[in-house]
């Protein structure tokens, strides 16, 4: 069976991850979130995505460059942050020509918009390890304010330091952020973001 390009393309929008600052070609975080957080390490990062297809089941795609700082302070959540980008050209739905569609004006854009980002604004306890995260999502060009539920998931040590993790699930809708082409029966408005990164501070 022919795999058609443009369907499930939405499902890339989802990573923005959550959006979350994602890539190694991506605008850099500042040298003081640097310093105080836990760089992102791409190789132990996950940003997925996830939309409906023909209403009848759910298409899963991810992001491979993913990039950023973050830091979660369980004492006081108010020096927590998170600075994620995400690099639009690295969309891998397991079908070149998809991806391809992905790139292009009717999605992503990417060569126009190579990123897209999420910047805390703001963080609230919510349980044990768990927290309201408040920030702007960037998606080719358009920025709106989410609140998404992050979920701690633990610190360590790694042979090159100290590493810890975080993981966030929401939906968002892809028209929102101008990715309107083929909402409907055919691609779903509403896309998935799971986002799970783990980061680390050099011994």
């Known amino acids: 069976m022919k795999v058609c390009p443009m369907c499930v393309a939405s499902l890339a929008l989802a990573a923005g991850i959550a959006g979350l600052a994602l890539i190694g070609g991506g605008t850099p975080v500042t040298a003081a979130l640097a310093d105080n957080g836990y760089k992102v390490d791409p190789?132990?990062?996950?940003?997925?995505?996830?939309?409906?297809?023909?209403g009848v089941s759910n298409f899963y795609g991810r992001f491979n460059k993913a990039g950023?700082?973050?830091?979660?302070d369980a004492a006081d959540p108010s020096k927590s942050f998170i600075d994620i980008t995400i690099d639009t050209e690295s969309v891998d739905t397991a079908n070149a020509g998809r991806d391809k569609h992905l790139k292009s004006g009717d999605f992503f854009s990417a060569a126009e918009f190579p990123v897209m980002t999420f910047k805390s604004k703001s963080f609230k306890k919510s349980g044990e390890n768990t927290y309201d995260v408040t920030g702007d999502l960037t998606i080719r060009g358009k920025t709106k304010e989410v609140t998404v539920?992050?979920?701690d998931t633990g610190r360590?040590?790694?042979?090159n330091g100290e590493v810890a993790g975080f993981e966030t699930k929401f939906n968002i809708k892809r028209a929102d952020y101008g990715v309107s082409f083929m909402v409907g029966p055919g691609l779903s408005d509403d896309v998935m973001i799971l986002f799970s990164a783990e980061g680390g501070k050099g011994a």
């Open 43 to 54: 190789v132990h990062t996950s940003s997925i995505f996830g939309v409906k297809h023909n």
């Open 149 to 151: 539920s992050v979920t």
């Open 156 to 159: 360590g040590k790694a042979r």
């Open 68 to 72: 950023g700082s973050f830091n979660i």
